[in-house]
């Protein structure tokens, strides 16, 4: 279980979180929606403490994110993230890439690192991509990646930030299948997105945020098609232009 | 002018010169090049206000031209402290702080290049923030700080030249010396300088070898 309460956070006098609860249940699909600047992004990197906050708590399966003496680097195996920009380690082929944290990490051999590698990436449809750069692949495959990379972790919970924000059209689709598929098979997810059809079709909840605070949070029915907040339905308007 | 009286005993000892040569380089170069990435980071990591005194430090090792820093070196050794330190010692003190400032220089915008997004997504896996620079940062950056260190190395082999002042003679003052006797300054400099190219070409080509083999990931 994610608990956030009252949290919040600055960039110099710029508040981009101002006191958001939220409470994210095992196996939950959490979608955020809103505009930009918004604060959602902020609130997936303040999760797994790669951005610290000013006030207030979060919290991952108990243990409190932001407390002095917490192991961050043992809690983030726990919380696997994905970025807008996928950010493949050019270096390494993409099997390594999905090797890396579970050797250096978690300590796996490497026979089995390559075996969960090879199962991760198979699962997300890159069986036959193990051995190459990923310069090679297209932004969807690089994402795919990405994710294998973080589900080789076997993390309890999968934060996706914008993950198809930066693909071709063309390329979106099969991110959003991918994902479809973790949500269907029971993954504990939050994730921030633009795509307005992939938010109502997945989500168990989706939450709205405008200017750093939740305006509203709800059934996919509810913010869609009877938002109680006028800003949610102005936005929700707005977008299925 | 290949009527000479260059005898073997001759080229041996220009052999011996291009030695030391090589031997005050790699010396500096290994040393200078740790003690450059570990400035380098250093300033990388904490800034440029708590780097400023490293900072000041190696922008005078890089701004002093080397000839003086080797005489007053020697000067400060001998004079000041009352060290017996062989020329060869100081040489390949002051060479290694002129590579590690240069060097560091090169670490630091290497460091720099690799993207954030990407020692981000590293950190969000859970690797420490050793495992990022040794798994991720090292190996981006080395690619990016090559061609860079590439020509510092060959720089050093070349600065090494001014050695001599301080009583080492490697392949230029020997070079130098020979010319002293026979009074064939354009064969012997034309040797001399193919001793360096002979020096410096496994060096550049090792150099483009690296630079191919993994420019194709």
């Keep these: 279980m994610i608990e956030i309460e009252n949290v919040r956070k600055s960039f110099g006098p710029l508040e981009v979180l101002k006191g958001i609860d939220l409470t994210v249940q095992k196996g939950e699909v959490l979608t955020i929606i809103g505009g930009s600047g918004s604060g959602k992004s902020t609130l997936l990197t303040c999760i797994n403490g790669l951005e610290p906050i000013d006030s207030g708590r979060i919290k991952v399966d108990g243990t409190e994110v932001h407390a002095r003496g917490t192991d961050l680097n043992k809690l983030r195996t726990k919380l696997g993230i994905v970025f807008q920009q996928w950010n493949a380690f050019p270096h390494l082929t993409v099997m390594e890439n999905v090797m890396l944290a579970p050797r250096k990490v978690l300590g796996i051999g490497k026979a089995e690192a390559a075996a969960i590698a090879e199962k991760q990436l198979s699962h997300v449809g890159l069986g036959d991509k193990l051995d190459v750069y990923p310069s090679r692949l297209s932004g969807g495959q690089q994402q795919r990646m990405a994710i294998a990379r973080a589900l080789a972790m076997s993390p309890g919970y999968m934060l996706f930030d914008e993950v198809t924000s930066a693909l071709d059209p063309q390329l979106v689709g099969e991110v959003l299948d991918t994902l479809r598929m973790l949500a269907s098979e029971g993954m504990t997810m939050i994730c921030v997105t633009h795509e307005m059809k992939f938010a109502r079709e997945v989500s168990d909840r989706v939450a709205f945020f405008s200017k750093g605070v939740m305006a509203e949070i709800g059934t996919p029915q509810q913010i869609f098609d009877a938002p109680q907040n006028p800003e949610t339905a102005a936005f929700v308007k707005m977008t299925q232009n | ?217």
């Design chain 2, 1 to 217: 002018m290949f009527d000479t009286a260059l005898t073997v005993q001759d080229m041996v000892f220009l052999a011996k010169g291009a030695g030391i040569t090589l031997l005050v380089t790699a010396i500096a170069v290994v040393l200078g090049t740790c003690l450059g990435i570990i400035f380098g980071i250093f300033r990388f990591q904490v800034g440029p206000w708590w780097a400023a005194p490293l900072t000041f430090v190696l922008d005078v090792s890089r701004s002093i031209p080397l000839l003086i820093q080797l005489v007053l070196a020697n000067a400060f050794m001998g004079m000041v402290l009352k060290l017996k330190m062989s020329g060869f010692t100081v040489a390949c003190g002051v060479l290694t702080l002129y590579t590690a400032a240069y060097c560091a220089e090169i670490v630091r915008g290497a460091v720099g290049a690799v993207p954030f997004t990407t020692r981000r997504a590293a950190r969000s896996l859970g690797l420490s923030w050793w495992q990022d620079m040794a798994y991720i940062v090292m190996p981006l950056a080395t690619r990016v700080a090559l061609p860079s260190w590439i020509g510092l190395a060959l720089g050093v082999m070349k600065d090494s030249a001014l050695v001599y002042i301080v009583q080492v003679t490697e392949l230029l003052k020997s070079t130098q010396i020979l010319i002293t006797r026979l009074q064939e300054p354009l064969l012997l400099l034309m040797i001399c300088g193919a001793f360096y190219f002979v020096i410096s070409f496994p060096i550049a080509r090792f150099g483009g070898y690296l630079e191919k083999r993994w420019s194709n990931d």
